[in-house]
């Protein structure tokens, strides 16, 4: 390794507190004020570590005959004289320093979650969170309503939406707090209206895809439609999420809500399809009562109907003629 070379002060985490270029040798490093580099660590000598370069190019550490002496890290050893490699690590007294050349490859920039752009001002106002939070409410108790056939009282309805609101609510601490640990802000305000118009929304497109079913009565056009947006509901919720507790870039952002996404969604599916029952008394329809006006196509003429019923008939006559059918010795 040859000059120009930076060397990194880490505090005892592994974290840089000082970067130096060093362009001209020997240089001195310790504690005294007469060095090039100064350390404020009451381990190190005054006149610690002396760097210089050989008569091939290499930079030498030699220890000045420091009382605590001059380690490498990895194996720790204490040395007297020592060749720097490129990303070498040493301590002397409690401080490390590292050593790179200026070609090192520094990491992506991170992605600056305060630009104050009109969309980011509005998402992270903590004025409008009650808002959403109360569209969120009255949306649910909407659509809990409108899909319930039997007579429903508010305490009822109340005490069916409110478990998800508690949800809700933990749902957007726990994003504030990963927020808080990888970009240093909370975020409460932002999660909080993300997830609710992300969820008001969500319910609202499911209640129009009933009434696309009933209005063009096509077999398994709710099923599909429901598909696809519970996969779009949740690789915007976890981009959302990601991209404001996260210094990943757009491309990764999307890549890893996609997966995750589609996991989730998934898995929720194939649950579903093995643990449903083989019969069931549950009618295959909405609760929902929708005016007979929405309808569009014409749905099945009854003839086809007692069509239907009649083969069926037959099927299930056959059928019991086979079980009946004594089983020969």
């Known amino acids: 390794m040859e000059a120009p070379i930076i060397i990194e002060v880490l505090d005892r985490f592994g974290k840089v507190k000082e970067r130096h270029k060093v362009n001209q040798f020997p240089i001195k490093i310790g504690r005294s004020y007469k060095n090039d580099i100064i350390l404020d660590d009451n381990y190190v000598s005054p006149e610690h570590v002396e760097l210089m370069v050989d008569g091939d190019g290499h930079i030498m550490a030699t220890d000045l005959h420091s009382d605590n002496g001059l380690f490498t890290i990895h194996p720790v050893i204490r040395h007297d004289i020592l060749t720097i490699q490129d990303n070498q690590r040493i301590r ?9 050349s200026e070609d090192f490859s520094v990491k992506e920039t991170f992605f600056d979650h305060g630009r104050p752009s009109q969309w980011h001002l509005v998402m992270t106002n903590g004025l409008i969170l009650p808002f959403v939070w109360i569209l969120t409410a009255g949306i649910l108790l909407a659509n809990q309503y409108f899909m319930t056939i039997r007579e429903m009282h508010f305490n009822t309805l109340l005490a069916s939406v409110l478990p998800v609101l508690i949800v809700i609510v933990i749902w957007t601490f726990i994003w504030s707090v990963i927020s808080k640990i990888i970009t240093h802000k909370f975020y409460f305000a ?22 696309l079913e009933f209005i063009f009565p096509i077999s398994g056009l709710q099923t599909v439609l429901t598909v696809f947006s519970d996969l779009a509901f949740t690789l915007l919720l976890f981009y959302g999420h990601l991209r404001q507790s996260t210094h990943f870039r757009k491309r990764k952002t999307k890549v890893i809500s996609t997966v995750v996404a589609s996991l989730i969604v998934g898995v929720a599916y194939l649950v579903s399809y093995v643990n449903q029952p083989q019969y069931s008394g549950q009618p295959d329809y909405s609760g929902l009562i929708k005016p007979p006006a929405f309808v569009v196509m014409e749905p099945s003429s009854s003839d086809t109907f007692f069509a239907n019923t009649k083969s069926l008939a037959e099927f299930e006559h056959e059928e019991e003629k086979k079980e009946d059918k004594p089983v020969a010795k």
């Open 92 to 100: 002397i007294g409690h401080t490390d320093l590292r050593f790179r």
């Open 190 to 211: 932002y999660h909080g209206i993300h997830v609710g118009l992300l969820l008001s929304g969500f319910y609202f497109i499911e209640l129009t895809f009933e009434y």
